[in-house]
């Protein structure tokens, strides 16, 4: 995640990724990729957490 500049970028591939992974118990964890608290917010609406 960290390897993009953007957070528009980031937050887009966090959502992609989301359906790929295998622990999504703990996906909570690229939270900290964001530097915004809405990044989080419509990360977390968008995967229904």
């Known amino acids: 995640m960290k390897l993009f500049s ?3 970028t ?4 966090a ?3 989301y359906s790929k992974v295998i622990d ?4 909570y964890q690229v939270n ?3 530097q915004f608290e ?3 917010e419509e990360l977390n ?3 229904g957490q």
């Open 45 to 47: 609406n968008s995967i």
């Open 32 to 34: 900290d990729a964001f």
């Open 15 to 17: 959502k992609y990724a």
């Open 6 to 8: 953007f957070e528009e």
């Open 24 to 27: 999504k118990e703990n996906y």
């Open 38 to 40: 809405n990044s989080i």
């Open 10 to 13: 980031r937050l887009e591939f």
